[in-house]
């Protein structure tokens, strides 16, 4: 074999060896990236929070609520509400549907009072200040004389078990603690609240938060 011939087998399979090489090493590469993107289409599903069937955990349960266009001082406690099925209206005061339907969510309550709860929450980002908002609060207060439904707003706490994605968005809370639902705009009906004090199934709430 002469010395060319020598060279070209030589440059052939060094050619080989270094592909086999190089593809052993991106497969190595792959392996981790790929898991760590896995894992992270996971994270989203992981971070949604509590969802139906979950109980509202004792931190969130016991916390003290400060409530707004109360006097200073004032708060409340879900768990002030233990044994009482409880909705938590997650609004905004830039959310034209979740203000028009204010008056109708104080209306479900003054009928179904003696059984129901009804907590109107704010964790908006774009609500934050808390100035601003209890000053939205009050206002609207003035406005609507009467008005039983009492508002809170702790966003870092609300944040951290809820992560909304809609508003208004209305979290259904048994009396066992445990979330039954979670709904959208027109489900607070009182067919739906009904069905929800009765402890039949309410399969509005199948579609997250």
């Not at 016991?62 to 044994?83: I, M, N, P, W």
Request: aromatic share 10%; hydrophobic share 45%; with cysteine.
């Amino acid at each position: 074999m002469n010395q060319t011939t020598i060279s070209i087998v030589r440059g052939f399979f060094c050619s080989k060896f270094c592909d086999g090489i190089f593809k052993i090493l991106i497969f190595f590469l792959l392996v981790p990236a790929l898991s760590a993107n896995r894992a992270a289409a996971q994270e989203p599903d992981q971070a949604i929070g509590l969802s139906v069937g979950q109980a509202l955990p004792d931190s969130l349960f016991h916390a003290e609520l400060k409530l707004l266009g109360a006097r200073v001082g004032t708060s409340l406690r879900l768990a002030d509400f233990k044994g009482k099925p409880l909705i938590l209206d997650f609004w905004a005061s830039w959310c034209g549907s979740c203000i028009k339907s204010l008056p109708h969510v104080d209306s479900l309550l003054k009928v179904n009072g003696q059984e129901l709860r009804i907590v109107l929450v704010n964790s908006s980002a774009r609500d934050r200040g808390e100035g601003k908002l209890a000053l939205f609060v009050s206002s609207f207060l003035k406005d609507h004389e009467g008005f039983s439904v009492p508002f809170v707003a702790q966003p870092e706490l609300f944040s951290e078990y809820f992560k909304i994605r809609r508003l208004p968005c209305y979290v259904w809370v048994g009396s066992d603690g445990r979330i039954k639902a979670v709904s959208g705009y027109g489900t607070l009906n009182q067919q739906n609240v009904r069905r929800f004090l009765d402890g039949e199934q309410v399969v509005i709430g199948k579609e997250g938060m």
